[in-house]
Structure formats: C-alpha cells, structure tokens
C-alpha cells in the first residue's frame, strides 16, 4: 500500500512517514498543496494523509481538486479543528475520514487501517498463484504448508507482484509502486530485494514463480 503524507511541518510529516514505513506501508511526503496536488496527479496513493492548513493549496481545495479529476485515493484530513461544521466541510469535500490533532499515532494506523479496508470488497483479501497464497490481512505467506517470514519491503514487492502476475513488471514500474518517490533506479536495490524474495518462495521448492526477463525486468507467472 502507498501513501502520501501531506505535512508542511517538517518534523511531523517526517515521523508520520517513519511510523508508517515501520507499519509497512510505502510512504511519500509532500509539504504544500500544490505538490500534494501533483504528486497524487502522477502517483497511484492508496491514500492520502492530508493536513488542512498547508500553504499554496490548503487542504480542503486539495480534496476538492483530487475529486474534480475523478481522484479515487482515499483521503483522511488531519487539523487541528475540531468542530463540527469543519468536519462536515471536509467530509462534503471528498474526504473519507477526518482526525484532528494531537493524536496517538495508534489512532491514526488504526484510521488508515480502517479506511483501506473499505477497497476490501474490490480487493482480494487472499491473493493466489498455484500454491504461494498470501494473507494481506494478517500479512501471511505460505507457499504449501510452509509459513514463510518476509520484511515489509519484501512482503509489498511479493504482493505486487501477486497483483499483476503474468505481467512483466520493469524495474521503473517496481520501484514506483514498492519504494517512495525519492527511490534512485540506478542502484541494484530492486534485484538484490528480488532475490531475496526469491530464496524465501522458489529455493526450495521445484516450480519457480518469479523469472527474470532479461534486459527489462521480471514476471511472476501462474
């Protein structure tokens, strides 16, 4: 899952972003409106962490935006407002939830929670390929009856490619989805993770998954 954290104090979108990132989720940050705005016009977020009072754009006429253009991330508005009319104002300007700070960062991992599982009924719960199946709600891995142990950058990679199998995904393409926005693809990062996914989910086992298309990237086949 990916999110864009839109934060104009430095200090806080960088520990939203390290929370999250610790959660498993792969994190951008934005600091004003307009580059929330383009940010979210280029990148596919699951959803957007979006404060209300940040310059250029404010958090409202982002919103407003996004939907405008038919902007389909979900969007949880974080103010320090806490009345009524300025929930309804955010809630009737697209947003799907609305916290107000301060608040426990286990309130708002467990928000973000909440709203994701909303795409849970276009989402698979359970993704499968032969006999790999992975638990995106427990985030559990087997392949047969062996329980398998990933890092979060491993699981996200595994189910991207869980969710676009038969495809051949370029390393441009990964590194969009599974690394955040400031990820450099000139390093050899995305095979050394593929690898490493590789050992835990093909080593042992006859039939391979994951294959390499040499010179554009790699496939995992059903």
């Not at 698979?124 to 950058?153: A, C």
């Not at 393409?173 to 400031?182: L, Y």
């Amino acid at each position: 899952m990916r999110i864009l954290v839109v934060d104009d104090e430095q200090n806080i979108a960088n520990y939203l972003k390290k929370g999250l990132q610790e959660s498993g989720y792969v994190v951008d940050v934005a600091f004003d409106g307009e580059e929330a705005f383009y940010f979210a016009s280029i990148n596919d977020y699951d959803l957007i962490l979006l404060d209300i009072m940040i310059p250029k754009l404010n958090g409202i006429e982002v919103c407003k935006k996004l939907r405008n253009a038919n902007n389909k991330s979900y969007i949880i508005l974080v103010t320090a407002k806490d009345k009524t009319e300025d929930k309804v104002i955010g809630l009737d300007a697209g947003a799907d939830d609305y916290i107000t700070k301060p608040f426990a960062f286990a309130e708002l991992l467990a928000r973000v929670r909440a709203v994701l599982r909303r795409g849970s009924e276009d989402k698979d719960s359970i993704l499968k390929v032969k006999d790999l199946e992975v638990n995106l709600l427990n985030r559990e891995v087997k392949r047969g009856n062996l329980l398998i142990e990933l890092t979060s950058k491993e699981f996200s990679l595994l189910e991207y490619f869980l969710r676009n199998k038969n495809l051949v995904l370029t390393r441009t393409m990964i590194s969009e989805r599974v690394w955040n926005i400031d990820f450099f693809t000139d390093t050899n990062v995305i095979d050394v993770y593929v690898n490493h996914l590789r050992k835990k989910i093909d080593k042992d086992f006859k039939e391979k998954l994951i294959h390499t298309v040499r010179g554009v990237g790699y496939i995992l086949k059903d």
